[in-house]
């Protein structure tokens, strides 16, 4: 797949993703965004890896904002959930993640799912909250539109709360709704009011 780079369109940020292949199929994305996050800039990097249906398996991921540094893995298979090697049961109806803050894993569902044009699914979601990386289920829902466009929903009253988010990005259980657009293969071209792909090379960030 090659190098993804999002530009942040609500604030000064960049998401940049490097999608690859591992030996028996395994895709592998591989990021670092650098955002304006509540008065300080935000550094997250994350490494994901999903089966060959692009059915999410582990993800580690490292935020710094200021002095304060998270550090999280969070684990999936036929077991249940796990988080820093703790079972989290409360997980159990979800299959894929939700990493606030980059529209990478909004290509999981869409991915491993089956299309049509009017075509709804309700999912439960591994919902990464940033950047204290705490993780909590989320009922989102997205429907197929005309062909690379999806309506995309996070479920009112079925959300949980949690702490605040950052000054200008919605919360989790707001009833936020937009149209995402998609490339051949899954990935965000435009999800507004958030983010814009751009042109890979010279993306500033290593």
Same mark, same amino acid.
């Given at each position: 797949?090659?190098?993804?780079?999002?530009?942040?369109?609500? /604030?000064?940020?960049?998401?940049? #993703?490097?999608?690859?292949? &591992?030996?028996? @199929?395994?895709?592998?994305?591989?990021?670092?965004?650098?955002?304006?996050?509540?008065?300080?800039?935000?550094?997250?990097?994350?490494?994901?890896?999903?089966?060959?249906?692009?059915?999410?398996?582990?993800? $580690?991921?490292?935020?710094?904002?200021?002095?304060? $540094?998270?550090?999280? $893995?969070?684990?999936?298979?036929? @077991?249940?959930?796990?988080?820093? @090697?703790?079972?989290?049961? !409360?997980?159990?109806?979800?299959?894929?993640?939700?990493?606030?803050? *980059?529209?990478?894993?909004? *290509?999981?569902?869409?991915?491993?799912?089956?299309?049509?044009?009017?075509?709804?699914?309700? +999912?439960?979601? #591994?919902?990464? /909250?940033?950047?204290?990386?705490?993780?909590?289920?989320?009922?989102?829902?997205?429907?197929?539109? &005309?062909?690379?466009? +999806?309506?995309? &929903?996070?479920?009112?009253?079925?959300?949980?709360?949690?702490?605040?988010?950052?000054?200008?990005?919605?919360?989790?259980?707001?009833?936020?709704?937009?149209?995402?657009?998609? !490339?051949?293969?899954?990935?965000?071209?435009?999800?507004?009011?958030?983010?814009?792909? /751009?042109? #890979?090379? @010279?993306?500033?960030?290593?």
């Amino acid at each position: 797949m090659g190098m993804l780079v999002w530009e942040w369109l609500e /604030r000064p940020g960049l998401d940049v #993703a490097v999608v690859s292949r &591992e030996p028996g @199929g395994f895709h592998v994305v591989e990021g670092h965004a650098v955002v304006a996050w509540d008065g300080d800039t935000l550094d997250l990097r994350y490494r994901l890896t999903c089966d060959t249906d692009w059915v999410f398996r582990d993800v $580690t991921l490292r935020t710094a904002l200021g002095s304060a $540094t998270h550090h999280l $893995t969070l684990c999936h298979d036929e @077991g249940g959930w796990w988080a820093d @090697g703790q079972a989290r049961p !409360d997980l159990a109806a979800a299959v894929d993640i939700d990493i606030m803050a *980059t529209p990478v894993t909004n *290509t999981l569902p869409i991915r491993r799912s089956n299309w049509a044009p009017g075509q709804r699914h309700d +999912f439960t979601m #591994a919902y990464i /909250r940033l950047p204290e990386l705490v993780v909590v289920p989320v009922a989102q829902r997205y429907t197929a539109l &005309e062909p690379g466009h +999806f309506r995309y &929903e996070l479920v009112p009253g079925a959300s949980y709360a949690g702490p605040s988010d950052a000054p200008g990005y919605h919360r989790v259980d707001d009833g936020f709704t937009a149209e995402l657009e998609v !490339d051949a293969d899954g990935f965000v071209l435009h999800y507004p009011p958030y983010w814009r792909r /751009r042109p #890979a090379a @010279g993306s500033g960030l290593a």
